[in-house]
């Protein structure tokens, strides 16, 4: 059976990236293969890439930034894995791989999700609202910014004393659990 071909999209330090490198050399991700990674400006994880040999691109964000990002992406994608992705992706690029982009979130959607939640944003919100547990979701993406269906989350409680910063890590932990998991749900239900 050929394998299913993933093209993964990156803005930081891609340990998701690393995580699902590592997650189809040893099979827990079943039957797939990066065929590209794609990051939107330098990043330490187009050096992972690199060190693993696979294909990677590094775009400029600005004017042409959609249509390159489009034209980057290889036709024969199967599914488009968002790892830590800063840029919104254009309404094309949705329609052209309608149920086939899948995005991280460090959070538990559809709470603390849309535009500016990202990063440490997310974290300080969470824990400025006095939640008592975060979390991680791998949801599908659509044109509605952290709105397409939700594949798998799974939650952390929050401490006392839980700063942005020890709760990214929290939250970091449970999506190196999820996101293998999840990919092999989306290559799964490709149709
Ligand atoms: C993760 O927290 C993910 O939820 C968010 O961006 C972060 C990426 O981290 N979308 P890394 O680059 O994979 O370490």
């Given at each position: 059976m050929d394998k299913k071909k993933i093209c993964v999209l990156v803005s930081g330090g891609g340990t998701n990236l690393q995580r699902i490198i590592d997650a189809i050399e040893s099979g827990e991700?079943?039957?797939?293969?990066?065929i590209k990674v794609i990051a939107d400006r330098p990043c330490f994880a187009l050096d992972r890439a690199q060190k693993h040999g696979i294909e990677f691109s590094q775009l400029k964000r600005g004017k042409n930034f959609q249509r390159q990002l489009l034209e980057t992406v290889?036709?024969?994608?199967d599914l488009i894995v968002l790892a830590g992705f800063l840029s919104i992706l254009s309404e094309d690029i949705c329609d052209r791989f309608q149920n086939r982009i899948i995005n991280i979130h460090?959070?538990?959607?559809?709470?603390?999700?849309?535009?500016?939640?990202w990063g440490h944003h997310v974290h300080q919100a969470v824990i400025d609202a006095k939640e008592t547990e975060s979390g991680a979701t791998v949801h599908y993406v659509t044109?509605?910014?952290?709105?397409?269906?939700?594949i798998l989350q799974k939650s952390v409680l929050l401490a006392e004393d839980e700063t942005p910063d020890s709760l990214a890590q929290k939250v970091h932990a449970v999506e190196y659990e999820i996101y293998p998991k999840a990919i092999n749900m989306a290559l799964r239900g490709l149709k």
């Amino acid at each position: 059976m050929d394998k299913k071909k993933i093209c993964v999209l990156v803005s930081g330090g891609g340990t998701n990236l690393q995580r699902i490198i590592d997650a189809i050399e040893s099979g827990e991700i079943i039957n797939a293969e990066i065929i590209k990674v794609i990051a939107d400006r330098p990043c330490f994880a187009l050096d992972r890439a690199q060190k693993h040999g696979i294909e990677f691109s590094q775009l400029k964000r600005g004017k042409n930034f959609q249509r390159q990002l489009l034209e980057t992406v290889p036709q024969e994608t199967d599914l488009i894995v968002l790892a830590g992705f800063l840029s919104i992706l254009s309404e094309d690029i949705c329609d052209r791989f309608q149920n086939r982009i899948i995005n991280i979130h460090p959070a538990l959607l559809p709470k603390f999700g849309g535009s500016g939640m990202w990063g440490h944003h997310v974290h300080q919100a969470v824990i400025d609202a006095k939640e008592t547990e975060s979390g991680a979701t791998v949801h599908y993406v659509t044109k509605g910014i952290d709105e397409g269906e939700i594949i798998l989350q799974k939650s952390v409680l929050l401490a006392e004393d839980e700063t942005p910063d020890s709760l990214a890590q929290k939250v970091h932990a449970v999506e190196y659990e999820i996101y293998p998991k999840a990919i092999n749900m989306a290559l799964r239900g490709l149709k």
